[in-house]
């Protein structure tokens, strides 16, 4: 990105005229595996984990890609989507089609008022807070038993198979679910990098100074891309929930599901509307295949030694990720 | 009369635990202060520190004599972090520096896992299971050594820093890489050197830590929002301002044990983190950064 976007945009062409077809393929074939011979349940419950993994990616790129922002406390709202559906559902019989949205709405305004409070500061002190709002999060669910279910997490009531309350027995359904989500994010993200609002993100993230000098309103345009991201991932959580059926403290407000959340757009790209679909994919093979490994081996823990020497490589020696690594070409 | 005696309790019990608080977070300060590294991994070499006398107590010698051997090792280890690492990111705490951080942190959290397994695992001193009672007031020996090393240690590196020709060197380069280099001083070794330094005081308050508070591969990354706080509320950079900041968490930490829930005893330690970035990201003793 050269650091003149502020003053000299790059000409945008619009997200349709650049429309190719190789990205359809991998599109169908994920459409077409329900139906496909020879796939099995293993098989389409992996592809959804990827679908959901790409999806919570795609919302993380928004702050972190786009704007520049490192957010460690994207947990909180993963929780938040989750939590909230779940409590009002079990407790309330709302069905999740209302209760995502609000959920969507809280993770908002949690955003609004940890945005507020830490956005004028230096991006450290930004990383740091929202370190400090996860653990937070962390220890308020595991304390308040009746509301959470505690360390034991909580578990959505299952009704059997069912539009109304988003529930399947096969998995299925979700991947069509986590289909659209995908595009549905991917689309959002080309939109945002070619209109003006991501145009004034990139130029914050690359030169505050110049950014406002140029009349770029920097701190609005960080909580809103903040706002905005959380909504994302709120929304991604109400899929993460309704599919795994249950969420405790650790996989919600942990700092490894935090850390978890950045892969795919680190590995894929930072900032680009490709990248985290295909880091996404990438961490999921190459998890499947140290899960597999690890087990053979009677050793826990390698995934995440894993996913931690990933996180290294690629942030040493190809900060770019997949994309960038493309591109050079 | 019967509410002073808790209260007193608290403010000395939170006293204990927070010199040695103060202890892993002057480490911390020192890499961000000196480089402006965030070294999310600070943490996880007070881990070690702590398996380093569980090691030792396995031997059948005594956790607290082999503390200058971990703080050569951590040394050692964190000499070779920065020239893997960390090199590359001086004077400027990027997302790139934080992320390197927190996957380096990663790793060294899985190796410990699978060296030592996930059990939770101690290692008593001659002082553990010996409590001093003072009127109406009940510590632990163990702690009460803990923080006096910690005392002893934070007095150390603030003379060090303020003493010493190599302090002089380390404050110069901090204020000014490149001034520093033209009168003639290599950045590169007292960056090393300070390093080494900071995370060779991860290992001693991790070794004094592990003779009253029992460890497993998970607590690195459970005592780094302590550091993170002590340092931010006591200022970035600043010595004792991070050591003051830790013993205030340690006693913010007793007061909600016992007002609120001890399961919550962090939570308004994360409140307080949130006020101080809002409203006074320099802390109360912190450098006035850029």
Same mark, same amino acid.
């Given at each position: 990105m050269p650091t003149g976007a502020a003053i000299a945009p790059r000409p945008f062409a619009p997200p349709r005229a650049r429309l190719r077809v190789w990205p359809l393929i991998p599109l169908l074939l994920v459409a077409l595996l329900p139906v496909l011979p020879g796939v099995n349940n293993y098989i389409l419950a992996v592809t959804v984990r990827a679908l959901i993994f790409i999806a919570l990616g795609q919302a993380w790129n928004i702050v972190a890609g786009i704007g520049g922002l490192l957010s460690l406390g994207h947990g909180v709202f993963l929780g938040l989507g989750c939590y909230v559906t779940g409590i009002l559902f079990n407790d309330l019989g709302v069905p999740p089609w209302l209760g995502v949205p609000a959920g969507m709405v809280v993770a908002c305004l949690v955003a609004l008022v940890m945005g507020g409070m830490t956005? #004028?500061?230096?991006g450290v002190f930004f990383a740091l807070a929202t370190v400090a709002v996860s653990l937070a999060c962390d220890q308020l669910a595991r304390h308040y038993v009746d509301l959470t279910g505690g360390d034991n997490g909580l578990a959505l009531t299952f009704l059997g198979t069912s539009l109304w309350a988003m529930?399947? #027995?096969?998995p299925a359904p979700f991947v069509y679910a986590g289909l659209v989500f995908v595009v549905a994010f991917y689309w959002i993200t080309r939109f945002i990098l070619a209109s003006r609002f991501g145009l004034e993100m990139r130029a914050v993230r690359d030169d505050e100074v110049a950014a406002a000098a140029s009349g770029v309103r920097v701190f609005r345009t960080k909580l809103l891309g903040f706002m905005i991201s959380a909504a994302m991932t709120a929304l991604a959580g109400g899929l993460y929930m309704q599919y795994y059926q249950a969420i405790d403290p650790e996989s919600a407000f942990g700092l490894g599901q935090a850390i978890q959340l950045q892969l795919p757009a680190l590995i894929g790209g930072l900032g680009t509307a490709a990248g985290p679909i295909l880091g996404g994919a990438l961490m999921t093979v190459l998890s499947e295949a140290t899960n597999w490994g690890s087990t053979k081996l009677g050793l826990v823990g390698v995934d995440i030694l894993v996913y931690g020497l990933v996180l290294l490589l690629v942030v040493l020696w190809a900060p770019g990720g997949i994309v960038g690594m493309l591109r050079r070409r | 009369m019967d509410l002073l005696v808790p209260i007193a309790q608290a403010l000395l019990s939170g006293v204990l635990v927070g010199g040695v608080y103060g202890l892993l977070s002057i480490g911390f300060s020192l890499a961000f202060g000196v480089m402006r590294i965030v070294n999310f991994a600070h943490g996880d070499l007070v881990m070690y520190g702590m398996y380093a006398g569980v090691v030792s107590a396995g031997l059948g010698i005594d956790p607290l004599t082999i503390i200058p051997i971990s703080f050569l090792l951590m040394a050692l280890l964190g000499a070779a972090q920065y020239m893997l690492v960390f090199r590359r990111f001086v004077g400027r705490a990027t997302l790139q520096q934080l992320l390197a951080a927190i996957g380096l942190g990663l790793v060294l959290q899985m190796l410990a896992q699978i060296v030592f397994g996930a059990d939770t695992r101690s290692a008593p001193s001659m002082f553990s299971m010996r409590f001093v009672t003072i009127g109406p007031l009940f510590v632990s020996a163990a702690q009460v050594v803990a923080c006096a090393i910690a005392v002893l240690a934070t007095i150390g590196v603030e003379l060090l820093l303020l003493r010493t020709r190599w302090g002089k060197a380390v404050r110069a380069v901090a204020d000014d890489i490149e001034t520093a280099e033209i009168v003639g001083l290599s950045s590169q070794a007292i960056n090393i050197s300070a390093f080494a330094l900071a995370c060779g005081l991860a290992g001693i308050a991790g070794t004094v830590m592990v003779t009253y508070y029992p460890t497993d591969p998970s607590k690195g990354l459970l005592l780094m929002p302590i550091a993170i706080i002590a340092t931010t509320i006591g200022g970035l950079g600043s010595i004792r301002g991070s050591f003051l900041g830790g013993v205030f968490c340690g006693v913010v930490q007793q007061f909600t044990a016992m007002l609120w829930s001890s399961a919550l005893q962090d939570v308004p330690l994360y409140i307080l983190l949130l006020f101080f970035i809002a409203?006074?990201?320099?802390?109360?003793?912190?450098l006035r950064t850029e």
């Amino acid at each position: 990105m050269p650091t003149g976007a502020a003053i000299a945009p790059r000409p945008f062409a619009p997200p349709r005229a650049r429309l190719r077809v190789w990205p359809l393929i991998p599109l169908l074939l994920v459409a077409l595996l329900p139906v496909l011979p020879g796939v099995n349940n293993y098989i389409l419950a992996v592809t959804v984990r990827a679908l959901i993994f790409i999806a919570l990616g795609q919302a993380w790129n928004i702050v972190a890609g786009i704007g520049g922002l490192l957010s460690l406390g994207h947990g909180v709202f993963l929780g938040l989507g989750c939590y909230v559906t779940g409590i009002l559902f079990n407790d309330l019989g709302v069905p999740p089609w209302l209760g995502v949205p609000a959920g969507m709405v809280v993770a908002c305004l949690v955003a609004l008022v940890m945005g507020g409070m830490t956005l #004028r500061m230096r991006g450290v002190f930004f990383a740091l807070a929202t370190v400090a709002v996860s653990l937070a999060c962390d220890q308020l669910a595991r304390h308040y038993v009746d509301l959470t279910g505690g360390d034991n997490g909580l578990a959505l009531t299952f009704l059997g198979t069912s539009l109304w309350a988003m529930q399947s #027995r096969s998995p299925a359904p979700f991947v069509y679910a986590g289909l659209v989500f995908v595009v549905a994010f991917y689309w959002i993200t080309r939109f945002i990098l070619a209109s003006r609002f991501g145009l004034e993100m990139r130029a914050v993230r690359d030169d505050e100074v110049a950014a406002a000098a140029s009349g770029v309103r920097v701190f609005r345009t960080k909580l809103l891309g903040f706002m905005i991201s959380a909504a994302m991932t709120a929304l991604a959580g109400g899929l993460y929930m309704q599919y795994y059926q249950a969420i405790d403290p650790e996989s919600a407000f942990g700092l490894g599901q935090a850390i978890q959340l950045q892969l795919p757009a680190l590995i894929g790209g930072l900032g680009t509307a490709a990248g985290p679909i295909l880091g996404g994919a990438l961490m999921t093979v190459l998890s499947e295949a140290t899960n597999w490994g690890s087990t053979k081996l009677g050793l826990v823990g390698v995934d995440i030694l894993v996913y931690g020497l990933v996180l290294l490589l690629v942030v040493l020696w190809a900060p770019g990720g997949i994309v960038g690594m493309l591109r050079r070409r | 009369m019967d509410l002073l005696v808790p209260i007193a309790q608290a403010l000395l019990s939170g006293v204990l635990v927070g010199g040695v608080y103060g202890l892993l977070s002057i480490g911390f300060s020192l890499a961000f202060g000196v480089m402006r590294i965030v070294n999310f991994a600070h943490g996880d070499l007070v881990m070690y520190g702590m398996y380093a006398g569980v090691v030792s107590a396995g031997l059948g010698i005594d956790p607290l004599t082999i503390i200058p051997i971990s703080f050569l090792l951590m040394a050692l280890l964190g000499a070779a972090q920065y020239m893997l690492v960390f090199r590359r990111f001086v004077g400027r705490a990027t997302l790139q520096q934080l992320l390197a951080a927190i996957g380096l942190g990663l790793v060294l959290q899985m190796l410990a896992q699978i060296v030592f397994g996930a059990d939770t695992r101690s290692a008593p001193s001659m002082f553990s299971m010996r409590f001093v009672t003072i009127g109406p007031l009940f510590v632990s020996a163990a702690q009460v050594v803990a923080c006096a090393i910690a005392v002893l240690a934070t007095i150390g590196v603030e003379l060090l820093l303020l003493r010493t020709r190599w302090g002089k060197a380390v404050r110069a380069v901090a204020d000014d890489i490149e001034t520093a280099e033209i009168v003639g001083l290599s950045s590169q070794a007292i960056n090393i050197s300070a390093f080494a330094l900071a995370c060779g005081l991860a290992g001693i308050a991790g070794t004094v830590m592990v003779t009253y508070y029992p460890t497993d591969p998970s607590k690195g990354l459970l005592l780094m929002p302590i550091a993170i706080i002590a340092t931010t509320i006591g200022g970035l950079g600043s010595i004792r301002g991070s050591f003051l900041g830790g013993v205030f968490c340690g006693v913010v930490q007793q007061f909600t044990a016992m007002l609120w829930s001890s399961a919550l005893q962090d939570v308004p330690l994360y409140i307080l983190l949130l006020f101080f970035i809002a409203y006074r990201p320099t802390g109360m003793f912190g450098l006035r950064t850029e």
